[in-house]
Structures are given as C-alpha cells and as structure tokens.
C-alpha cells in the first residue's frame, strides 16, 4: 500500500473547522477527487472525515473497500453499507446509493471541515434518521462566521433532501467551489512565496 504522512481528516477537526484558504484547499481537493471517483464508474459508499487523509501535497481519499461501480451499487443483503451518519435520506429510505447520495455524504463532511460539527449531530441511528429527514441542518456562517462567501450556498446544495435539488455530479459541485476559491484568493491572495498545495 502506499504511504501517507499526515492526518486523517476525522482527526484534523477534533482540532475544530479548518481555516478559510486551509477549507477551501481541502475541499477542492477532495470534490475533485470524488469527480475522479465518479468519472471512473464508482461509487465510494462510505465518504465521511476518516475516509479523507490530509498531506504536504493535498487531500487523498482511502478506504474503497465497500465502492461499487455505480451500476451494481445497491442494498446490501437487506442492509445498509457504510457510515450511518452520512446516508442519505433515499438511502435510509432504502433506495440505492448513486453518485447523488454521495453529494449528500460529502456535503456534510464539507459542513464538518467548515464548522466543525455535524449538520445532523445524534448519538444512534434512530435519531440520526429522523434529523436527517426531518430537520435542516443549522446555517454554516451562523456557525462560523469566517466561512468564505458562497460556501455556505455550496454546502446547503449538496444537503437538499430531494437528491433532484442536489448537485448532480461532483464535477458540477467543483465548478462551484473552484468559483468561491478563485473569488477568496482574489480578496485574501496568499503571499508571493508561499508553495502551499492548490
């Protein structure tokens, strides 16, 4: 296997949400992963923080044991696959996962890496389902007021609970981040010898 040095994403945001150009770094990097992911016929099943290891050179996606081509994703035997607290509502509805499922799962990490708290904070599975389709998660920038602008548009996108009102890709989902990122790094540009990854 390959060898990372960093840390997993789940562990950076024990720390608390990640700084603005930090933010936006990562999660450009990661939807343009997941574009990647998608344009090869997969779906992850199990996006969530622990999923996503951050290093000196960006943000890499790991644990594809439970992906599927998008063709063959479906229930499990009856169960569901994956983290619980970043289903979907069609998946805890028991429809299959599809790209537009992952949206969802990736949003709400972005929402972690942004806030530092789950959309749909609960300790089992009874109260993660009914927060998730029932309850809209809190504002972003109410949570954190030093959120980019745009962002928070972004992320409440990608946590509509009608998948038909979510981004219907990750390449399309990264259009709009990359166009938050450009408008950031055009009000805040990072010094001239700064090498950080972009």
């Not at 972005?110 to 927060?131: C, N, R």
Request: hydrophobic fraction near 40%.
């Amino acid at each position: 296997m390959e060898y990372l040095e960093g840390e997993s994403l789940a562990d950076r945001l024990r720390r608390g949400p990640l700084p603005p150009d930090e933010l936006l770094k990562c999660v450009v990097g990661t939807c343009d992963g997941l574009a990647m992911v998608h344009r090869s016929g997969l779906i992850h099943r199990d996006l969530k923080p622990g999923s996503i290891m951050l290093t000196n050179i960006g943000a890499k996606w790991l644990d594809f044991g439970l992906a599927k081509r998008s063709r063959a994703v479906s229930r499990s035997q009856g169960k569901l696959v994956g983290t619980f607290s970043y289903f979907s509502p069609e998946q805890l509805g028991g429809e299959r996962a599809d790209a537009c499922s992952n949206i969802f799962a990736f949003g709400a990490v972005v929402y972690e890496m942004a806030t530092g708290v789950s959309p749909f904070p609960a300790d089992d599975m009874k109260s993660f389902l009914l927060a998730t389709l029932g309850r809209v998660p809190a504002s972003p920038v109410a949570l954190n007021p030093q959120i980019p602008a745009g962002l928070e548009e972004i992320i409440c996108k990608s946590l509509e609970k009608e998948r038909e009102k979510r981004y219907q890709s990750a390449t399309e989902m990264l259009a709009g981040l990359r166009r938050v990122k450009a408008q950031f790094e055009s009000l805040f540009p990072l010094p001239p010898t700064c090498h950080r990854f972009r």
